[in-house]
Structures are given as structure tokens and as C-alpha cells.
């Protein structure tokens, strides 16, 4: 099926486009009040999850409203550790946790292979749907959480301030935690080598807490894990090539390490520049970000000057995704959003001649 909007792979593949490709983290979600009908339809957030009609429906809900060059699936980053045996639920207010929590070395040993064509059907399964229903509109991001990330939230059992027990854990045994991030990373490339099958046709990887770690412990391990993920991810499929884009939060001390990871894209929080960004990476990656979510609060003004101050830092030419530093916040006005959108597009036309 040929794509009616292909800006956004182009840009991936520093390829000359019109105007700079924009979608946002998190673009289905809870600012939006039909997503908000829509999940009180499916009873709570899982079960929103695992419907593939209604994880389609979320999906394509902001496509209605913007104009996005990309769609993201709409699932969760957790669906991994929850397919393991860990009993995912969600508490109103907090968060993500987990009935059972990673800590000895014999609960990492005894975690079971996951079936992915049979315990994670409903995402593939929604992959699928939605695709069909995009109609070639704009691609598809299909994505998991990091090794690194999923492990944390196994290890402290939900979310952390300061990851004291993930930490621990890993330094006093650093044999365990290798062995469960190795079994997370075999995990997390079957898991998006189904949703590339599915008909996703760029992953991401969000290694959300990559950037709590020491340069070293980065490097070995969160880095290490997902570039072995990057290295037997397929490649190339219905004749195109898949594009991985990776996303470290707080990683921009790294970003050369990220780039030789053999990734197409780097994900940027809002805590560095994206000029110094594009002449530290040079053109061995595109650049996705990076503006900080809380300028969505502000006036209309002030959201088009900051769109503006990013696409003039990274300049000229393409290899730029504009993208948010993180996920969109629940609280943020849909207008907003559509000012946020179509000042990308406006703004960006005179960087690409």
C-alpha cells in the first residue's frame, strides 16, 4: 500500500522533504476527551489495552483532530514484564505496579518464555487493525520499553523516585541483572519483530530510565541491551526498510555512544540543545524532539516561538522529527496541540528549499 504522507520515514532516512515531519509521545491519551470516553467504554486502562478495536479507536483518534505525520500504537510499555507473570494493574493516581517483584536471582532464572503469538496476540492483533484502518494516511510506530526501563519497574515493583532497590540490585548482582536484561532483550525483539510482521513500519524503543544510571553502568547496562535488540530486528519489510529510533530520557551525555548503535534515529528529552545535538551525531542519525512538554501550558505565543527557537537550532535540511521531549501532559489544552502541530509545519517550510 502506498503511503499518502511518507515525510515522516524520509525525514528518518535524512531525505529531503516539504516541512519537518511532527507527532507527539503519548498522542493518544488522556487530554483528549474522546480518548477519555473511549476509556471509560472499556472499563479501565489494561482492558483498554488488550481490545484491539478500541487500542485502534484510541489510535487513530488524534489523526482526526491533527495533522500528524506518524500513528503510535497505543498500548503500554509494560505489556512484557505483564505477559512474564508479574500481575500488572494500575492504581488511580499512581501509576503502574506489579504483584510479584523481581528479588533474588532464582526469581530472574524462573521467569517463563513468553509466547508472544499467543500472550501479546491482542497488540499484534492491533497493529494489524490499525493499519488497515490508517489506509496508507502516515506510518505506523510500532515500540517497547528498553531492557533497562522494564527491569526497573520489575525490581522496584511500579514506579521510583530514586531506584534505590533496581540499584542495589544490579550492583551487589550483576550477574542477575545481566542474565534478566538478556532475557528482557531476547523478550523485546521478538516482541517488535511481531509488530514489525504486523504491519508496524518504525519501532521505538523508550528506555525511559536509562538516564538515572552512571556513564559506565549505562553503557553496560541499558546500551549494550538494546543495541543487541537493534542488531536482529528485521530489517527490511513490504519492500521498505523498518527505521529504529531510540529514546534514552536525560541520555544526551551519550549521544555519540547511542549513534553507533546502528539505530536510524535518536529520541532528545528537552534538556539539550538540538543544534549541538545535530553537530555532536553529524548525519549518522536523525534527531526526534525536543521541545518540553510543559510549553503545551503556555499561550499560543509562546508554544510558536519555542517551535520556532527548535527548528532554527537544528537548522537547515532534513533528518528532524519534531517531537516532544517526553509525553505529552494529561492537563494540556486540545487546542494547544493543534497550534503546536500546524506551527511545526508552518515554520519549518523555509528550512527545506
Known amino acids: 500500500m502506498t503511503l499518502k504522507n511518507d ?23 488522556r487530554y483528549l476527551p474522546e480518548y477519555r470516553a473511549t476509556r471509560k467504554q472499556a472499563g479501565d486502562f489494561l482492558a483498554l489495552c488488550k481490545t484491539p478495536e478500541l487500542a485502534c479507536e484510541v489510535t487513530l483518534q488524534p ?9 503510535i500504537l497505543f498500548s503500554d510499555i509494560l505489556t512484557i514484564p505483564d505477559a512474564l507473570g508479574q500481575g500488572l494493574y494500575f492504581s488511580e493516581g499512581e501509576g503502574p505496579k506489579f504483584r510479584k517483584i523481581i528479588k533474588t536471582t532464582t526469581d530472574v532464572e524462573h521467569l517463563p518464555e513468553i509466547n508472544i503469538a499467543s500472550e501479546l496476540a491482542y497488540v499484534t492483533d492491533a497493529v494489524s487493525l490499525i ?37 542495589q540490585f544490579m550492583y551487589d548482582n550483576p550477574e542477575a541483572m545481566h542474565l534478566l536484561l538478556s532475557k528482557l532483550a531476547d523478550a523485546v525483539t521478538d516482541y517488535l519483530n511481531a509488530q514489525i510482521r504486523a504491519g508496524a513500519q518504525v519501532v521505538q524503543i523508550f528506555d525511559t530510565w536509562g538516564g538515572v544510571l552512571s556513564a559506565s553502568c549505562y553503557a553496560s547496562f541499558s546500551l549494550q541491551y538494546m543495541q543487541n535488540i537493534v542488531a536482529k530486528l528485521i530489517k527490511e519489510n513490504e519492500g521498505q526498510r523498518v527505521p529504529v529510533i531510540l529514546f534514552t530520557k536525560n541520555g ?33 542519525v536523525a534527531l526526534q524532539g525536543n521541545m518540553d512538554p510543559s510549553v503545551l501550558y ?14 532554527h537550532n537544528y537548522g537547515e535540511g532534513s533528518g528532524h522529527v519534531f517531537n516532544l521531549g517526553h509525553g505529552i501532559s494529561p492537563g494540556v489544552s486540545p487546542e494547544n496541540v493543534k497550534i503546536f502541530v500546524d506551527t511545526v509545519h508552518e515554520l519549518s517550510a523555509q528550512y527545506h528549499t
Not at 482526526?64 to 505525520?69: K, W
Request: aromatic share 8%; proline share 4%; charged share 25%.
Open 298 to 311: 503556555a499561550s499560543p505565543s509562546v508554544i510558536r516561538a519555542e517551535v520556532g527557537n527548535i527548528i
Open 7 to 29: 515525510r515522516f520515514l524520509r525525514a528518518l532516512s535524512r531525505e529531503p522533504v516539504d516541512v519537518t515531519p511532527v507527532w507527539m509521545m503519548r498522542q493518544a491519551g
Open 63 to 71: 489523526l482526526r483532530r491533527y495533522s500528524f505525520d506518524a500513528a
Open 131 to 167: 493499519r488497515k484502518e490508517l489506509n496508507g494516511k502516515v506510518p505506523l510506530i510500532g515500540f517497547s520499553g528498553s531492557p533497562w526501563t522494564l527491569a526497573t519497574y520489575m525490581i522496584e515493583g511500579g514506579s521510583s523516585k530514586d531506584f534505590r532497590m533496581v540499584k
Open 252 to 284: 544526551g551525555l551519550w549521544l555519540e555512544s547511542i549513534a553507533d548503535s546502528c539505530c536510524q534515529a535518536i529520541g532528545l528529552d528537552w534538556t539539550i540543545n538540538i543544534g549541538e545535538a545535530r553537530r555532536r551525531v553529524g548525519d549518522r
